[in-house]
């Protein structure tokens, strides 16, 4: 029996999100990565400026975690300087939890080791993907600088990287008129 080649639908990933009174629930299926780090954020934010204070993301069915998507999780943590926000990672894979590491994640957001359930509420899947340039640019900048200021190692591993795209970013803001979005 021949094994499929993984192919763009295979390499893909989407988030299910939910929110209480108390948390936003998030669930990654497949990649964690720059494509759903968008609208994971968007959808955090509005729980965060409505005093929601707790992200609690499931890696259970999660296959991969790119640097954007662990970097968006770590800016959550000094969101718009205001109170603080607490990220927690359960059900993490062993190569989730080695991606985690790599960055230094595991020493800034609470991972637990034990299995957890999340709570019964109705998760609804986020959108996926851009919505304009400037905005991908912006986010996976942030992402690398929130990665930089968790661990001093990240610096030389992500600076030249965040250099290239302040000035992607400011290519972008000069140049971003309605047809090249």
Sequence with gaps: MLKAAPGPRRMAGH???ARTKEAVYVRV?????????????????????????NVIVDLAHCTGLDSTFMG??????????????????????PTTMRAMSSLGLPKILHVKEEPIDFPDCKLTRLREGWQDKRRRTLLIRDAHVALMKA????????????EALVKEAREVLDCDGPGDK
């Design 15 to 17: 988030l299910e999100a």
């Design 29 to 53: 299926v497949g990649l964690g990565n720059f494509n759903n780090a968008g609208p994971l954020r968007e959808y955090c934010e509005k729980a965060f400026n409505d005093d929601i204070r």
């Design 72 to 93: 968006t999780l770590m800016g959550f943590i000094g969101f718009d300087g205001g109170p603080a926000i607490a990220v927690t990672v359960v059900n993490a894979t």
């Design 151 to 162: 661990d001093k190692e990240n610096e030389t591993r992500f600076g030249p990287f965040v």
